[in-house]
């Protein structure tokens, strides 16, 4: 057991050091000190979260809707930046679960 936590603290090691977590956390450093622009970032990204995940019939429109209602922060270069930063940083998180999900089962049979 301890070498698998040791081997867990290197991924987070690891993790940490990347160029995507490196670079996600210096924008969002960089994006909040100005609240004013991090909160309606935030609102945004709630709310789109929101979308994504009542999977309705009318989410491209949506989408839409809400891109127009935050243009004026989704424009700004750094928030672009901020985004597909943020967008590399989880990829690379899903694909370390999805690497460690499909090597290891749990038999959830009884949930049936």
Request: net charge negative.
């Amino acid at each position: 057991m301890n070498n698998v936590i040791e081997k867990t603290d290197q991924l987070i090691d690891a993790i940490q050091s990347s160029n995507e977590y490196l670079q996600y956390q210096m924008l969002q450093k960089a994006i909040s000190k100005d609240q004013d622009i991090y909160n309606r970032l935030n609102d945004y990204r709630r709310r789109n979260f929101e979308i994504q995940m009542n999977e309705q019939a009318n989410a491209v429109d949506e989408q839409e809707n809400l891109s127009r209602e935050y243009a004026d922060v989704l424009n700004r270069s750094e928030i672009k930046d901020f985004l597909v930063a943020e967008q590399r940083y989880i990829k690379m998180l899903r694909r370390v679960n999805k690497k460690l999900d499909s090597q290891f089962h749990v038999n959830i049979d009884f949930l049936e």
